[in-house]
């Protein structure tokens, strides 16, 4: 029986697609831009998004836009053109966070309408800049990224040439309806580069390190980490005859091909699924956990050792060169408090870690981040210690353990920051202010001590604050005003009873 296909004219497109038509894409509904981009052929793609990176109950954290992370991957590599399709005010916005995160380069733009979407035409304009960027005396490789739109409307990235005058080119889609946080957006680009680099090293040689090859095994580092502690870790692992190797996401594209060529792979941030699907494809072992605090330091000193089998006295050396110097900071550099922590950075684990070892009271862990095997002996640790560890955490779970458990500091994204400070607590931004300091080995055990008990020590002046101003700016009195605030409890009452009498009628109505 012959199969009859209707064509769809542009026109009857528009009618259909939620993201065409009168620019509404960018805020149609998760659910509408889901299906329309199952519907234009994306299902294999999100499928395996789904799979690698699995939402909470909440479906999504509250985070900033998922592009960011594979858009600063990007710009960090040298060598490396970035070109966005999206809506323009999607570009717009992460061009500027990119920027005001020290991005010194500019992102290339493809612009569309209605029409282009339609008729392919958006397609063949990204194709157009593609071959116009593509000089190999400029760039090693492109990356093209579709935003929500093209995603949903199935824009074919992988249908692009995958060189073009020696330049590779590497399509991605990271829609914020597939990809839930920007920190596993940096994994989408940085596992889709490892894959294309492992298809060169499988076909013939490739270009060295521009150091050279180690003359020793090398440990290629999994996560976005202080520039000091590859050096750190290089100093732990050095008795045991090792090195370190490149640090994934990498600065420029030879350094992939440096990072394959390891013995293990130690995935200091757990939830780079993809970059881990790839190294295992290549045949490398994954180690978990870092090497942080006392403890910490001490078993995963002997993970590698036993992933790189490397004999027990040389373990043993490596643990004895450097685990009294890191008790000994961690003694001269104690601290006293009880501490909330979340973050959508995914080193959320270990930095609890770090400041229990510290001598913290760490009561609350949220990542925005999933669980994965590669962090569960650091969820295991903390439980151990009665800290509530969560997964997918949301803003609203991240509050009520402040509430909880009102801690001394309170260390999280920028609204529960700004939530604690409300509260007279004080607070630190996890991105800024923690993350951004070494965690690793003596550098790391004594990096937060200073500026963890000097942000406690700020509670006296946030009574004295709070005294003085009481409760202006609270409640009724927020806002401006030219005179003095009056509170109208009759108009509350009013109001409540309106919203409950429109509850009630729409009740009834889904009873009929």
């Known amino acids: 029986m012959t199969k ?5 004219t542009p026109e009857e497109k528009l009618k259909t697609d939620p993201t065409l038509g009168d620019g509404l894409g960018c805020h149609s509904g998760e659910a509408e831009m889901l299906a329309a981009a199952k519907a234009a052929g994306k299902s294999e793609t999100l499928q395996q998004y789904a799979k690698d990176y699995p939402k909470g109950p909440h479906d999504q954290p509250q985070s900033m836009c998922p592009a960011f992370g594979a858009l600063r991957v990007g710009l960090r590599m040298r060598r490396t053109a970035t070109i966005l399709s999206g809506s323009a005010c999607c570009v717009y916005g992460l061009t500027f966070t990119s920027h005001f995160y020290g991005a010194r380069r500019s992102v290339g733009y493809v612009p569309f309408n209605s029409e282009t979407l339609v008729t392919g035409k958006l397609f063949e304009d990204i194709r157009d800049s593609v071959y116009q960027e593509a000089d190999p005396e400029k760039y090693d490789a492109i990356v093209i990224i579709n935003l929500c739109v093209p995603t949903a409307s199935g824009v074919p990235l992988q249908l692009l040439p995958k060189e073009i005058n020696g330049v590779r080119i590497i399509g991605i889609d990271v829609p914020g309806f597939g990809v839930p946080t920007h920190a596993e957006a940096k994994d989408v680009l940085a596992g889709a580069m490892l894959n294309y680099a492992r298809n060169e090293a499988m076909s013939g040689p490739v270009q060295a390190p521009r150091a050279g090859r180690s003359s020793k095994p090398t440990i290629t580092l999994l996560g976005e980490i202080f520039p000091a502690d590859p050096v750190g870790i290089g100093m732990m692992i050095e008795p045991m005859g090792l090195a370190v190797g490149a640090s994934v996401p990498t600065r420029e594209w030879r350094e992939m091909y440096q990072a394959l060529d390891c013995v293990t792979v130690a995935a200091l941030h757990p939830f780079y699924t993809s970059c881990i699907r790839e190294f295992e494809a290549a045949g490398r072992s994954i180690v978990g956990s870092a090497p942080v605090g006392y403890e910490g330091t001490a078993r995963w000193l002997e993970t590698i050792g036993k992933s790189t089998n490397t004999p027990q ?14 008790k000994g900071v961690l003694a001269a550099a104690p601290i006293k408090g009880r ?3 979340s973050g959508y950075e995914g080193s959320e684990l270990i930095v609890a ?9 760490v009561r609350y862990v949220g990542s925005a981040c999933p669980r994965t095997p590669w962090s569960d002996e650091d969820r295991e640790w903390l439980e151990a210690k009665g800290v509530h560890v969560q997964f997918r955490a949301s803003l609203e779970q991240d509050l009520a353990a402040m509430k909880e458990f009102k801690p001394d500091l309170a260390i999280g994204t920028t609204p529960v920051v700004q939530a604690a400070k409300q509260a007279s607590i004080p607070s630190l931004y996890f991105t800024n202010l923690i993350s951004a300091r070494p965690l690793m080995g003596p550098a790391g055990a004594g990096s937060l001590a200073q500026v963890i008990n000097a942000a406690i020590g700020n509670q006296a002046r946030f009574d004295e604050m709070k005294a003085f101003f009481g409760d202006v700016g609270s409640g009724f009195k927020s806002g401006v005003w030219e005179n003095v605030p ?5 108009f509350k009452a009013e109001v409540r009873r309106k919203l409950e009498k429109k509850i009630k009628k729409r009740k009834a109505e889904e009873m009929m």
């Not at 050396?317 to 009294?324: E, H, R, T």
């Not at 009056?486 to 009759?490: A, C, G, K, N, S």
């Open 4 to 8: 009859t296909i209707i064509p769809i």
């Open 313 to 326: 006295d040389l373990i043993a050396a490596a643990q004895n060169k450097i685990l009294p110097a890191i």
């Open 339 to 341: 501490i909330t922590l």
């Open 353 to 361: 870690r770090l400041l229990i070892e510290s001598g913290a009271d």
């Open 486 to 490: 009056q509170d109208h409890p009759e």
